[in-house]
């Protein structure tokens, strides 16, 4: 399983970004995708979710800024984000939790984008 992110960039504070990741390679159904994100010095932390029943969620310092969606016929998971912060500035990762077709569990990551938001 591979995944690619893309979208990230330099936006100055109040702009908005469209990061997408896609999975692509052996894969039979996906659990769940999730954004990640870890700013310099600081730990990756989770920001939003997508499960395999459409249920969404992202966590409280993102709420009505960051939505996450996922279009499954492309095995891919969008994370919108608007009203960017300087304070949201880090590498965003990707993460998925698949069924492959050999039948295992795959947990991985993707390379990360990087997203500036300017003051």
């Known amino acids: 399983v591979q995944l690619q992110a893309s979208g990230g960039g330099l936006v100055q504070a109040g702009g908005s970004l469209k990061l997408s990741c896609r999975a692509s390679?052996?894969?039979?159904?996906?659990?769940?995708m999730d954004w990640y994100r870890q700013a310099p010095g600081k730990t990756r932390d989770l920001v939003a979710s997508i499960f395999s029943d459409g249920s969404t969620s992202v966590v409280d310092s993102v709420k009505g800024r960051f939505t996450i969606s996922s279009d499954n016929a492309k095995d891919t998971v969008y994370l919108q984000t608007q009203s960017l912060k300087p304070e949201d500035t880090a590498v965003y990762y990707c993460?998925?939790?698949?069924?492959?077709?050999?039948?295992?569990?795959?947990?991985?990551w993707g390379q990360g984008t990087l997203v500036t938001v300017s003051s």
């Open positions: 993460h998925v939790d698949v069924l492959t077709t050999g039948g295992t569990r795959y947990i991985g």
């Open positions: 390679g052996s894969i039979r159904s996906i659990n769940a």
